[in-house]
């Protein structure tokens, strides 16, 4: 080519050889036309010598192959330089449609292409023909919807990677149906970054890697064999009939009735489940193939909501049970979880919860999700991970249980020990409590010993238990005259008091005199609580969700007088010995500070995204009354209207005379407002009596108390 070309009609190679360079130049398709037909035999090549060649779209194909469409035996496309790109069809396949014949690319790309399914390509052999695509060096496929490259289900096809990538596809990367005479060879290239599976391995698809590695993430439910070097470094989620012969894998999540052969290597084996628990034999098995660790995950498109059965946990072994943002419970009351081996529980979604009775006789580690069934503990319950189960049901810390850590918002009845944790809830002590942090109603029966610890005082009662000594209460023994030293009691750590933090519309961090964090706990409508220490450091922070909306102020309600900077985002604060709440007022980013004809429009209420509501005029009217009440003289009102104004600034300017000569009877309106014209704080062409907005009554007030 010498020059760009629009097509006018589609260019078939009918039993014909055509090679095209691009040589750097454009073809353009015909208006809802495909650019290529390839049948009987036809070959075509594409290349381009000098680089940045183009073959465009142009609308929307109507059936399948938006680019190329291929047929017929003997028929071959190779593709080495150049980029197809934004072709759309109706049906499947994109950039290149494949019935029968080769198709071998080496390099250029199919990009940005849109179809159902197969959007860069698709490979839809008719039954008795074989279609074959081989990818290698250079060549690329990306940003396509549905699809990279899919495979139907009808005759014979095979897809050949040995170098190349498949990235950034929605859908999956590389899609297979259901069928026998389907194979995937791999020996390098990637497949990676698309938004569901890389790679879709279907039932009776055989997948073969060969001194390879593979870093995407792989449903598997036909045959995955690796020979040589072969190493899968992503997920690989097997299921159904799926079957993993041979390879070396980072993470098997495995749910298939075939499994794993002894001859795989694999790091962490993950055990997929549905409605139903393992059984003890299962998890000795499972903890032996995963060298130690037995790990339960429930599949992705399972919602467990009714488990049919009682996990029980063996002594010995340990289990980790994901969540996966599922709601878990149990088909009746008598299915429980009981733990006589190490238990951890995580969630790798949001909102997990687990309503199931749980008895703990052994470890029980809280690293995730919510627990609302009850809980007898007649082993150890802590928290080793970044994150902790909230335990929202009730929990009876039996005689010989002992709570090293976690995080309680439900009731708690502790008859064994209590070492540390944080307890929001209400809590009856019959056992001992040696740390821990309190900040519900704390009952201390008579059998109760409280060695340590921080309470709010005021919901702490004591009904004949032992509390800690306060300062001052013990002094040194001298019963021993020959002993001349004197050991004073160790000093416990005196009740904190906590008072009540409400934080709306804003993030929130606090940290006691100890430096650790306080937890607040999340209202549905994103309300933010907590007791929190006198003199603890409260910082607030607004972050808007949309260009749109801009902060205003803090809003802050508290019997308490706060020495803070409201306009100051992020806000510091001591807390103080009373109650606060306090919100981000925001405001339309459409509301300039200099515009004085913005506050009448409806148009300032938005809604942001998932439904919020963001506070544009509202939020605006009630910061800028805050602000001015707080400013403007005590008792004064806020003007409305050019004549209020005007006296209000020219009040507070001492009430110069004018430059003007007036008349002897004019009023001080008349004077105010000549004055506050010949100081250019108000317009001159502004009637007497028009209407003033915030902004103009806030930016004379400070060019008033400039002028001062």
């Not at 495995?254 to 002894?262: H, K, P, Q």
């Amino acid at each position: 080519m010498n020059g760009d070309i629009t097509l006018t009609d589609t260019l078939s190679i009918n039993n014909k050889k055509l090679s095209i360079d691009l040589n750097g130049h454009t073809i353009t398709a015909a208006s809802n036309q495909r650019a290529f037909n390839i049948s009987n035999g036809g070959t075509l090549e594409i290349k381009d010598s000098v680089g940045n060649g183009i073959i465009q779209g142009n609308g929307t194909v109507t059936g399948s192959g938006g680019a190329i469409y291929m047929e017929g035996s003997g028929s071959a496309l190779t593709i080495s330089g150049g980029t197809i790109q934004g072709f759309t069809a109706s049906t499947s396949g994109g950039g290149v449609y494949m019935r029968d014949g080769t198709f071998n690319m080496t390099g250029g790309a199919i990009e940005n292409c849109t179809a159902p399914e197969g959007a860069g390509v698709k490979m839809y052999p008719d039954s008795g023909n074989t279609c074959t695509f081989t990818m290698s060096d250079l060549a690329e496929i990306k940003n396509c919807s549905n699809d990279g490259v899919s495979i139907a289900w009808s005759g014979t096809s095979k897809f050949i990677m040995s170098g190349g990538t498949i990235d950034n596809n929605k859908g999956y990367g590389l899609w297979t149906s259901a069928r026998s005479n389907t194979e995937i060879l791999l020996s390098g290239g990637t497949i990676t970054n698309s938004e569901r599976y890389d790679m879709v391995i279907h039932t009776g698809v055989q997948l073969h890697v060969n001194n390879a590695t593979v870093s995407g993430k792989i449903q598997n439910r036909g045959t995955i064999t690796g020979t040589e070097n072969a190493e899968f470094t992503g997920t690989v989620v097997n299921e159904s009939a799926g079957k993993i012969e041979s390879g070396k894998f980072k993470r098997i999540e495995d749910a298939s009735t075939a499994g794993v052969c002894n001859a795989v290597e694999y790091e962490a084996y993950v055990k997929l489940i549905g409605h139903s628990w393992p059984d003890k034999s299962t998890l000795r098995a499972i903890q032996d193939k995963a060298h130690g660790n037995a790990q339960l995950k429930f599949l992705s498109y399972v919602t467990p909501d009714d488990m049919e059965n009682t996990l029980t946990i063996p002594e010995g072994v340990t289990v980790t049970v994901d969540l996966t943002g599922k709601q878990v419970a149990g088909e009746n009351a008598e299915k429980k979880i009981i733990n006589y081996g190490n238990l951890t529980l995580i969630d790798s979604g949001t909102g997990g919860t687990l309503n199931i009775p749980i008895e703990n006789n052994g470890t029980l580690n809280a690293n995730g999700g919510t627990v609302t069934g009850e809980v007898t503990n007649k082993g150890t319950i802590t928290t080793t991970g970044e994150k902790a189960t909230q335990f929202s049901g009730g929990v009876t810390n039996e005689s010989d249980g002992k709570i090293e850590n976690g995080t309680f918002s439900g009731e708690v009845t502790n008859n064994g020990a209590i070492n540390d944790g944080t307890f929001s809830g209400k809590v009856k002590n019959n056992g001992t409590i040696g740390n821990g942090n309190f900040t519900g109603a704390v009952t201390n029966e008579k059998t109760g010993v409280i060695s340590g610890g921080k309470f709010d005082e005021s919901q702490l009662t004591n009904n004949g238990g032992t509390l800690p000594p306060k300062p001052g209460d013990n002094k040194p023994d001298d019963t021993n005259k020959d002993n001349d030293k004197k050991e004073d009691t160790e000093p416990v750590a005196p009740v904190v008091k906590r008072y009540d933090l409400t934080v709306k519309n804003a993030e929130v961090t606090v940290k006691d005199a100890d430096g650790k964090a306080v937890e607040f706990t999340k209202a549905e409508d994103g309300t933010l609580t907590a007791k929190v220490p006198e003199n603890a450091e409260v910082t607030v922070k607004y972050t808007a969700p949309t260009d749109a909306i801009v902060f205003d102020l803090w809003s802050i309600n508290s019997d308490a007088k706060l020495d803070v900077n409201v306009k100051e985002n992020p806000l510091t604060f001591k807390m103080p010995a009373q109650a606060v709440t306090i919100e981000a007022m925001t405001q339309d980013a459409t509301i300039e500070s200099e515009g004085p004809g913005v506050l009448g429009t409806a148009a300032m209420i938005g809604v942001a995204g998932a439904g919020t509501a963001v506070l544009g005029y509202t939020g605006y009217m009630i910061g800028t009354e805050l602000y001015l009440n707080t400013v403007l003289p005590a008792g004064a009102a806020i003007p409305q209207n050019t004549t209020e104004l005007a006296k209000l600034l020219w009040t507070e300017a001492g009430k110069p005379a004018p430059a003007a000569v007036m008349a002897e009877d004019a009023t001080d309106e008349q004077k105010a407002l000549t004055w506050a014209v010949e100081s250019q704080l108000i317009s001159a062409d502004k009637p007497a009596d028009a209407s003033v907005g915030r902004w103009e009554v806030i930016r004379g007030w400070n060019r008033v108390k400039e002028m001062k």
